[in-house]
């Protein structure tokens, strides 16, 4: 799930361990059968989706399209990575959700770390929550913009 925000962050205990000022925050699921080429192709997509807007007010422009003054590798735009198993949820047999389609724990891990070298590899700077603990995420959605991708 990709969330255009103003701001978003992430707590742990209490402690926040990641934050993202104007940019993406990105709740990634791994699904069950996903492979690495599935996290280099969203890792793509995320970085290439027109989701910003241009001077006329069109969304037309991707993050990539905002590249800071540090250098040709640095954003002015940030990305919060949260890993969620719950985003293949599914709940369209009972109240209670099952999770069977998302990824077990090491292979989740896995592919999410992946996901995140591959958007770091780009050139964009990320934060990341803690995979697999109890998390707070907090945001403020623009727009609001809401997309769900699969790769």
Same mark, same amino acid.
């Given at each position: 799930?990709?969330?255009?925000?103003?701001?978003a962050?992430?707590?742990? @205990?209490?402690? @926040?361990?990641?934050?993202?000022?104007?940019?993406?925050?990105? /709740?990634?699921?791994?699904h069950?059968?996903?492979?690495?080429?599935?996290?280099?192709?969203l890792a793509?997509?995320? /970085?290439?989706?027109?989701?910003?807007? +241009?001077?006329a007010?069109?969304?037309?422009?991707?993050?990539? =399209?905002?590249?800071? /003054?540090?250098?040709?590798?640095?954003?002015?735009?940030d990305v919060?990575?949260?890993?969620?198993?719950?985003?293949?949820?599914?709940?369209?047999?009972?109240r209670?959700?099952?999770?069977t @389609?998302?990824?077990?724990?090491?292979?989740g891990r896995?592919?999410f =770390?992946?996901?995140?070298? @591959?958007?770091?590899g780009l050139g964009? #700077?990320v934060q990341?929550?803690e995979?697999?603990?109890?998390?707070q995420?907090?945001?403020?959605n +623009? #727009?609001?913009?809401?997309l769900?991708?699969?790769?």
């Open positions: 799930m990709v969330q255009r925000v103003s701001m962050s992430v707590r742990v @205990e209490g402690r @926040e361990i990641g934050r993202c000022g104007v940019g993406l925050l990105l /709740l990634l699921g791994v069950r059968d996903d492979l690495p080429a599935n996290a280099t192709r793509q997509k995320v /970085l290439n989706l027109r989701i910003f807007n +241009d001077a007010g069109k969304m037309n422009l991707a993050i990539t =399209d905002f590249p800071s /003054l540090d250098g040709p590798f640095s954003f002015e735009y919060l990575a949260v890993s969620n198993f719950t985003v293949f949820g599914d709940a369209s047999k009972s209670r959700p099952s999770f @389609e998302s990824a077990g724990f090491e292979q896995a592919l =770390d992946q996901f995140v070298a @591959e958007l770091r964009v #700077g990341t929550g995979f697999g603990a109890d998390m995420v907090s945001l403020v +623009d #727009g609001p913009v809401t769900i991708l699969d790769a």
